[in-house]
């Protein structure tokens, strides 16, 4: 089929005619023309084509031609055509005819192509139902492609298509999405959650139980998607949150932007359901000042319930403040609003700071950052107060903005420079901004007395401005203050009278009328003279003028009706036949009001007390008050109007709900990182503190074991009563006796049949290595003098750090002994030799007074001495510690058979042996005791031995892996020989001088 | 939340709209256009319109207004903001963000925005990411698409969405591996007439353009980092450890970011750079007035001020302005009645002055105004508030960076009040 390709550019009126010729020609003989028209043909044709047969049929064959490159199988063609469909689109022209010539190409292999078509498809799916039903299949493929970016792809579209009939469909969907093995997947489905519900409302209890699921993801991916799901669907159902609170806070930080907003305000009205007001002790006092602050008012409201913040309620504080350095305006405006509606009153000032820095942004981030600044201003924003200064180049929205923040912040100290700033104003170009600027010194004035006249002078000298809209607004202004202490002024009502004369606009001779009027007899002679010129010019003025005229007439006349009763009967008449007819009613009213007749009522005996009651001085208010009840950063906020969809904030509940709900059950993976804290339910949470993360299977039952007993020797310590803590330790013993029995037995058995039992060789090192806690040695860390009541603990707990193998476990136990409560446990600034690592144990977040926490923390000290040095961290203080490894700690047991040590003996000899004869201390000449000393003094497992003269020991360095042996052989007389095999020289002489100790004492 | 978006130019046509729910008809601008006609200056049009079933949230940017149309309740800043990340977005791409260069690459458009919002929440906006699955036009791939037929979408899945540092792309080479930092600082000020400072603030950004090969892991570390009180950070940069060191450590996105923004504010002592000595009369009853402008460096260390461009909105009254620059040169638009001079270098041995007489309208009164006078300047090599770059150490890779840093001074908001 012949086409003919038309390029118009210049000259377009000739080229219209050719176009228009064209056109009907073409339409009989049915040749399909492309017109590459510019724009501005484009819009003639538009205008001149009458909208009948013609211009159809222009549209309708370019349309076809489309069809054809839609319909040849070169991709190159489709990708043309489709690229000139999404230009159309994008352009809001109608290309709905299309829809089955593009919906073909859904399956196309070329990817710009199918993504074109989505986005066809995304488009008009809704305007022909029938026939996107075609392409379904096609996405339920997708949905099952082993790569994760086709299953999302393939979902978001499938949930984009807003169809009624696949409903089923997309819920099935999203439902397997939301238990996809890619996080990616997930938050796909996250997305697709509220699009189904806005399609489908009735399926909300369903996507509540795919959001509750979601909800419970560990990943950042999710999160943020999920709660905007959960914020559109279900934001009522509070209670899914409860569970997910402490992961979302936890997360927060390493969401991205656009999920931690959406995070924040979520969380912002959950906090209001479920803690105390912060402030509701109503003093000013801040409650998380200094550690004296906190004693003090413990001791003085000791009766009453002292505040006390819930530490979830903390943790959010906390977790969120980092976000105010936030590059997002959004994310930064989100927490100030976290801040401004749950902190405690001392805390808010921190979100100033970065509103401040926030001015500095495109401009309408400022108008909206200034608009909600000024209802925080209170005192907070003082220190920035220059910020707010006003520049000529700024547009008015925004100076008026500035000009509202001024005004607020403005007090006794800070006025004289805020009114010199002011001057300043006035004089601008810009005369809106001048009238808003003396609105703002007359609020000002009236909010702070001292300056009142300072403020009234420099009104009343612009009075003399030859612009009549500042001179208009000043007296405004000036009426407004004076109605506080009219006695003082009458200087001032005399200056405007004489302005009378001058000023013409209507609202600013209304206002000296009624000035004049209310205090005529401050005024007594002037009064009716400025009657007089009234009257002469009443048919010229403006409504607003003549009440305010007829009003001073009437108050003349009672007061002094021998001057002004003439006059004020032609100022009535004049108003009797006025066009207006509210003023003729005015008229009629004071007539019979202040003209005693025979008819006139009872009412004109009290005129006077009616005109000339004394009125309540104006409250200067700002425009824009009022708005406290919305949630502050908000759309309704901003518009003082309820906007769709807007969640009320909740006030503070009046008890706090049980703060238990947000308990999750800590699963093992987490508590071998995790800290323990005992505040929580008491004894029962201890049991089963940390554990290795079960490398070895016979390990972990062993290792509860201990740590049973763990705990109940530090419940021991809590213990007060002498007779519990005897009737502990018996059964304390007890239990040491058994698991040595058992040691006994199993060691017994195992010498004999070595290899066959191997696997209980483990059972066995770690029953044995792991004795009851009092054994192992424990260093002080902080005292807790020098800790001021903190003081810490540490001990080697000997057990494998599951996050890193080549890190030892280093166990600390905190106790607060002081009577305050200690926050924000952890640890900074480490310093370490290189090579070095320290993975940082998780930060404690409430330690009551008089209780303990224990917390494990990994170092790897590369197999050396050196100690690791960093500084706890409390939220008041900082302290220098360091933890220094002794030696015998830097190894981990290892189980060798007897000749496996000879084999691996033989290969350390040489330089790699250390020798010392040795006289073994007295009460350590048996077996048993030298075995307990070494192990006490070296984390070494004991390898079995034929003779039981010699002692050996096995074990290898945590970070290098060396092998370290030991023997002890023993002669006669305590007598013995120390042999250490190790290829790491350092260690084995250290190691050496170690065990000397350990034996010889 | 946001439901679909318009693009109007400065003449008032709707050029591009984009949906990402139900169609929203295009008439709902002429609410927009209302408020346009209300407001005086386009900067006056209000940020949001409230229409009876929608909100209108616009931005203006390189004249263009981006009209997005939200249907319910949600934080406005998040909308001016994202509007904001699509504008930076199609700069990023297209090197410029105007009307010509939106209708060329409309597909490319259309393909960004379907990337960035999903269901009118936003997906993608790292343009590590976007570059990913979207190539930026180049005219050598715009060649080569022609005439092979190939396209602007990435042949490979992209990964970096999945990955854990979301910021960076995965797999990046380069031949010459190159860091760069900018930090550029800007005085906002206020002086007064005797020129005494009423205030001034230090806006300053650390721009870098980062061409590193795999996954370099940065820290750079400040001589005087206590200067840097308030900042606000790209997410790649690790908070705690800034917290506790003063150390910016970070996996830093591939090509140009901006790392860190950061504010001195006015209680800080600010140097400022230039003084002005100035002397703008206007005589009662003559129809003349006198214009006489100083310029001289003040607190620059010994750098040279360059580009310094003056301007000030003159009064109504003035009719015309008959000045003589001792270098460079003015204009004088009798319409807006807007004085600019562009004086190049300050030599501070012959300081650049403005002079002569301006006239004022016959008979009219004396304008009680003085005009406010705007500075621009740029210093280079030096920042004002002090802040110098000690080291940039990088780890994870082996191979040896080339490392520079720019420092630049500009003014702001610079005013002088006469």
């Not at chain 2, 042949?155 to 591996?177: A, D, F, H, M």
């Not at chain 2, 620059?300 to 302005?321: D, Y």
Request: aromatic letters at 8%; one cysteine or more; proline letters at 5%.
């Amino acid at each position: 089929m012949p086409s003919i390709v038309i390029w118009c550019q210049q000259q377009f009126e000739i080229l219209i005619c050719l176009i228009l010729w064209l056109i009907t020609k073409s339409y009989s003989n049915s040749i399909p023309i492309t017109f590459c028209v510019n724009k501005t043909v484009h819009a003639y044709l538009y205008s001149t084509l009458p909208q009948a047969a013609n211009f159809q049929c222009f549209s309708s064959l370019r349309h076809d031609d489309l069809k054809e490159m839609l319909d040849s199988n070169k991709d190159s063609l489709k990708l043309e055509a489709m690229k000139r469909i999404v230009a159309m689109i994008a352009r809001g022209k109608n290309t709905s005819d299309l829809f089955p010539a593009v919906v073909k190409n859904v399956a196309c292999k070329n990817i710009e192509v199918k993504k074109l078509v989505y986005v066809y498809l995304v488009r008009y799916a809704e305007e022909q139902q029938d026939l996107a039903l075609l392409s379904i299949s096609t996405f339920q493929r997708g949905l099952k492609d082993p790569n994760q970016l086709i299953r999302a792809s393939a979902l978001r579209v499938l949930s984009s298509i807003r169809v009624t009939i696949i409903v089923p469909i997309m819920m099935l969907a999203i439902k397997e999405a939301a238990s996809d093995m890619s996080p990616y997947v997930r938050k796909t489905a996250a997305h697709a959650i509220p699009k189904l519900y806005s399609l489908d409302p009735e399926q909300k209890d369903q996507l509540i139980e795919v959001i509750e699921k979601l909800l419970a993801d560990k990943t950042t991916l999710v999160a943020g998607s999920v709660v905007m799901a959960f914020e559109e669907v279900c934001p009522e159902r509070i209670d899914l949150i409860h569970k997910n609170y402490r992961k979302l806070c936890n997360l927060l930080i390493d969401v991205e932007e656009w999920g931690q907003v959406v995070i924040i305000n979520m969380l912002t009205r959950y906090a209001r359901t479920q803690f105390l007001n912060p402030n509701m002790n109503g003093s000013d006092k801040t409650f998380y000042g200094s550690d004296e602050d906190e004693d003090e008012e413990e001791e003085e409201e000791k009766d009453k319930k002292p505040y006390v913040m819930d530490p979830d309620h903390r943790l959010l504080l906390r977790n969120t403040k980092p976000l105010l350095q936030s590059r997002n305006a959004a994310v930064v405006m989100a927490v100030a609003q976290l801040y401004f509606h749950l902190a405690p009153k001392a805390e808010v000032g921190v979100i100033a700071k970065a509103l401040v820095r926030l001015l500095r942004s495109h401009r309408f981030t400022e108008v909206f950052v200034l608009s909600s600044c000024r209802y925080v201003s209170q005192g907070m924003f003082e220190p920035y107060l220059k910020s707010f200064y006003i520049r000529s180049t700024d547009p008015t929205q925004i100076k008026v903005l500035k000009l509202e923040v001024l005004t607020n912040l403005a007090n006794e100290t800070n006025i004289s420079t805020i009114l010199r700033e002011f001057q300043t104003y006035i004089k601008s170009m810009d005369k809106d901004f001048v009238a808003a600027t003396i609105q703002a010194i007359g609020r000002c004035a009236t909010n702070i007395g001292e300056v009142r006249d300072t403020c009234l002078n420099g009104l009343v000298q612009l009075l003399s401005n030859r612009d009549e809209l500042v001179v208009a607004e000043s007296v405004v202004v000036i009426k407004k203050l004076l109605q506080m202490q009219p006695e003082k002024h009458s200087d001032i009502i005399k200056h405007m009278a004489k302005l009378t004369d001058n000023i013409q606009v209507p609202m600013a001779r209304a206002s000296i009328l009624w000035l004049i009027g209310e205090y005529c007899e401050h005024v007594p002679k002037i009064a009716p003279d400025v009657l007089r010129k009234m009257a002469k010019s009443f048919t010229n003025e403006e409504d607003i003028v003549k009440l305010q005229i007829i009003n001073l007439a009437a108050k003349l006349y009672l007061t002094n009706s021998k001057q002004t009763k003439l006059l004020t009967q032609y100022v009535l008449n004049l108003a009797k036949y006025d066009q207006n007819y509210d003023i003729r009613d005015r008229a009629r009213f004071i007539r019979q009001l202040i003209v005693p007749t025979e008819k006139s009522g009872a009412l004109s005996k009290y005129a006077k007390k009616l005109f000339l009651a004394l009125k309540p001085a104006p409250v200067l208010e700002s425009p824009f008050k009022d708005r406290d009840h919305f949630q502050l950063g908000s759309l309704s906020h901003l518009l003082n109007a309820k906007a769709g969809g807007y969640q009320e904030l909740p006030d503070w509940p009046e008890a706090a709900p049980d703060p238990s709900v947000r308990n999750v059950e800590v699963k093992d993976s987490v508590r071998a990182v995790g800290t323990v804290i005992y505040r929580d339910t008491g004894s029962d949470s201890a049991s089963g503190s940390e554990s290795g993360s079960g490398i070895e299977e016979s390990g972990s039952g062993s290792e509860s074991e201990e740590s049973e007993e763990g705990s109940e020797s530090e419940e021991e310590e809590e213990e007060e009563k002498e007779k519990d803590k005897k009737k502990k330790k018996k059964e304390l013993k007890k239990k040491c006796l058994i698991l040595h029995f058992v040691c006994r037995y199993i060691k017994y058995v195992l010498n004999s049949h070595a290899n066959m039992y191997r696997p209980f060789l483990h059972l066995l090192l770690c029953l044995q290595t792991i004795s009851p806690s009092s054994a192992l040695k424990s260093y002080e860390m902080l005292h807790r003098i020098t800790g001021e009541g903190l003081s810490v603990e540490y001990c080697f707990s000997r057990q494998p750090f599951s996050p890193d193998a080549n890190m030892v476990a280093v166990q600390m136990q905190f106790t607060n002994n002081a009577t305050s409560d200690t926050k924000n446990l952890h640890m900074e600034d480490v310093k370490l030799q290189s090579g070095m690592r320290v993975k940082e144990f998780p930060e404690i977040e409430l330690l009551p007074a008089g209780e303990m926490v224990t917390a494990v923390m990994g170092i790897d000290f590369c197999d050396s001495t050196q100690a690791a040095n960093f500084q706890l961290c409390t939220h008041t203080r900082k302290f220098f510690v360091s933890i220094q490894p002794p030696v015998g700690e830097l190894m981990r047991p290892v189980f060798l058979t007897e000749n496996e040590f000879k084999k691996e003996q033989g290969q350390l000899m040489g330089m790699n042996e250390i020798t010392e004869k040795i006289t073994l201390d007295v009460k350590c000449r048996n077996e048993h005791s030298i075995v307990q000393r070494v192990i006490t003094a070296a984390n070494l497992s004991r390898v079995p031995c034929g003779s039981d003269k010699e002692c050996r020991f096995a074990g290898r360095t945590v970070t290098s892996s060396s092998l370290v042996l030991v023997t002890v052989a023993t002669k006669e007389e305590g007598a013995a020989k120390l042999t250490i095999n190790c290829e790491k020289m350092v260690i084995g002489t250290m190691l050496v001088k170690d065990i000397l100790l350990a034996l010889t004492q | 939340m946001i439901h679909s978006l318009f693009l109007i130019n400065a003449s008032g046509d709707i050029f591009l709209e984009k949906h990402w729910k139900s169609v929203v008809s295009r008439s709902v601008c002429d609410y927009f256009f209302e408020a346009q006609e209300r407001a005086t200056e386009p900067e006056n049009v209000p940020p949001v319109i409230p229409t009876p079933h929608h909100y209108l949230i616009s931005v203006l940017r390189h004249r263009i207004y981006f009209v997005a149309v939200i249907q319910s309740e949600v934080p406005p800043l998040f909308v001016i903001e994202f509007l904001h990340r699509v504008v930076d977005t199609f700069q990023d791409y297209f090197g410029v963000c105007t009307e010509a260069a939106i209708k060329d690459n409309v597909v490319v458009v259309y393909e960004l925005l379907e990337e960035m919002l999903d269901n009118g929440f936003p997906l993608a906006t790292e343009s590590n990411i976007l570059k990913e699955l979207i190539k930026p036009p180049t005219i050598l791939r715009t060649m080569v698409n022609t005439i092979t037929g190939s396209t602007n979408v990435g042949e490979q899945l992209p990964t970096g969405q999945l990955s854990v540092v979301p910021w960076r792309r995965t797999g990046v080479k380069y031949t010459n591996n190159e860091a760069y930092f900018d930090v550029v600082e800007e005085i906002d000020a206020i002086i007064d007439k005797s020129g005494s400072t009423i205030t001034a603030e230090i806006q300053g950004v650390i721009d870098a353009c980062v061409k590193l090969t795999g996954m370099p892991d940065l820290t750079l570390s400040f001589m005087n980092p206590r200067l840097l009180d308030d900042v606000s950070f790209h997410p790649c940069v690790r908070f705690k450890r800034w917290e506790a060191e003063r150390i910016l450590s970070f996996i830093p996105p591939d090509g140009n970011f901006r790392l860190l923004s950061y504010h001195v504010s006015s209680q800080n002592l600010v140097a400022i750079p230039v003084y002005i000595k100035h002397n703008i009369t206007f005589r009662e009853g003559s129809s003349q007035g006198r214009f006489d402008l100083t310029l001289g460096p003040k607190q620059t260390m010994g750098k040279a001020v360059e580009s310094v461009l003056v301007s000030s909105q003159l009064p109504r009254g003035v009719l015309n302005a008959n000045l003589n620059p001792s270098q460079g040169t003015y204009t004088f638009d009798p319409v807006t009645k807007m004085l600019s001079w562009d004086v190049g270098k300050i030599n501070p041995q012959k300081l650049p002055s403005l002079k002569g007489t301006m006239s004022l309208q016959a008979g009219a009164s004396k304008p009680d105004e003085n005009p406010t006078i705007n500075i621009q300047l740029k210093i280079q090599q030096m920042a004002i508030s002090g802040l110098k770059v000690n080291r940039l150490d990088m780890y994870g890779e082996k191979y040896k960076p080339f490392k520079g840093i720019k420092y630049m001074t500009k003014a702001g908001k610079f005013q002088v009040r006469t």
